[in-house]
């Protein structure tokens, strides 16, 4: 019995793990996004944001933090706004950290990003630019068909990815992300 358990907390745990390997993947095989990993300090991944509004709206996910390719914490991102909106999406998100001073800064704690930090967000059909101003991607990429560019802004880049879901939204918002060492 006791051998059974520890089987199944390995099975949970491996699975858990195999969400961030699959979504570094994606970035990783995204012509844009994968020049990135070479040249960034680090960077916090977020294999799946949920997100639903209509008028006021919200947002959160989990994640992992990476300095020079290691894990080491974990990050919550929330994320709250106001306008037009209705729907409901889910999304992957990627920010890169351009040197230590950033990720420094992301890693002090409470985080903050202002509605004007823009995300390049990857789709198979199309590039668009999707920020917390409001535009949103609704298509999902495929692996090997994600294609976009980004650049950083204030030491940071983020990228998304949208997996599902439809969100029409003119609102204003902004992330707030915590930070927790490993």
Known sequence: ???????????????????????????????GSALFFDKAYGYAVFPT???????????????RVFEKGQYVGDTSLTQLSVGFQAG???????????????????????FEMAATAQATAITASASASAGSTGASATASAKKDEAATAGEYY???????????????????????????PR
């Open 49 to 63: 944001i949920g997100k639903a509004g209509l008028v006021v709206g919200g947002a959160h996910g989990t994640g």
């Open 88 to 110: 409901g999406q889910a999304f992957s998100e990627i920010i890169f950290f351009e040197n230590k001073a950033a990720f420094d800064i992301f890693t002090a704690g409470n």
């Open 1 to 31: 019995m006791v051998m059974l358990s520890g089987l199944l907390l390995l099975a949970a745990v491996t699975a858990h793990s195999d969400e961030y390997v699959d979504t570094i993947a994606v970035f990783k095989e995204s012509p």
């Open 154 to 180: 204030k030491g940071m880049s983020v990228f998304t990815v949208a997996k599902g879901g439809l969100m029409y939204e003119a609102s204003i918002a902004g992330q707030k992300f915590t930070y927790k």
